[in-house]
């Protein structure tokens, strides 16, 4: 997690939602991502997203069974259909998301029992500092209105 906080603080740098993620299997990080919605002027740039699409063709895999995606904010729904999509075997989140969080606070898609593939989910590690880097963030855009 500590990798993926450090993904979304340069995520702020650059005025994008401090979100970063990282996969990692067997104790090697095989990829990491932060968002870059703003930078791409796309909304489909998460992270998660981001990381994903660099994991997958490294490996030459189109699932991750043996990863586990560490991620600063709990998915959103577009992030927790593109995990269970690529049957990513863990992932562990920091803050939880109560607007649009789907691993338990709005919708808990990631364990649905009507889909092919549950992975574990983990919430609230290093929830505090994950959530304080977003709530600065947002506070500092509001300042600026």
């Not at 990829?31 to 909304?43: I, L, S």
């Not at 992030?79 to 075997?89: H, Q, R, S, T």
């Amino acid at each position: 997690m500590q990798a993926a906080l450090r993904l979304a603080r340069a995520a702020s740098v650059r005025e994008e939602v401090p979100v970063g993620a990282v996969i990692i299997a067997e104790g090697e990080i095989l990829a990491e991502a932060h968002n870059e919605m703003v930078q791409r002027r796309d909304p489909t740039a998460h992270a998660e997203m981001l990381a994903l699409h660099r994991a997958l063709p490294r490996l030459g895999e189109d699932r991750l069974p043996f990863a586990t995606m560490y991620v600063t904010l709990e998915p959103c729904a577009q992030c927790a259909g593109a995990m269970v999509l690529a049957k990513i075997g863990r992932i562990v989140f920091g803050a939880y998301d109560a607007r649009c969080g789907m691993a338990g606070s709005v919708y808990d898609l990631l364990r649905h029992p009507r889909l092919n593939h549950r992975p574990e989910v983990v919430g609230g590690l290093m929830a505090e500092e994950c959530g304080d880097l977003l709530r600065r963030f947002f506070q500092s855009r509001r300042a600026m209105l």
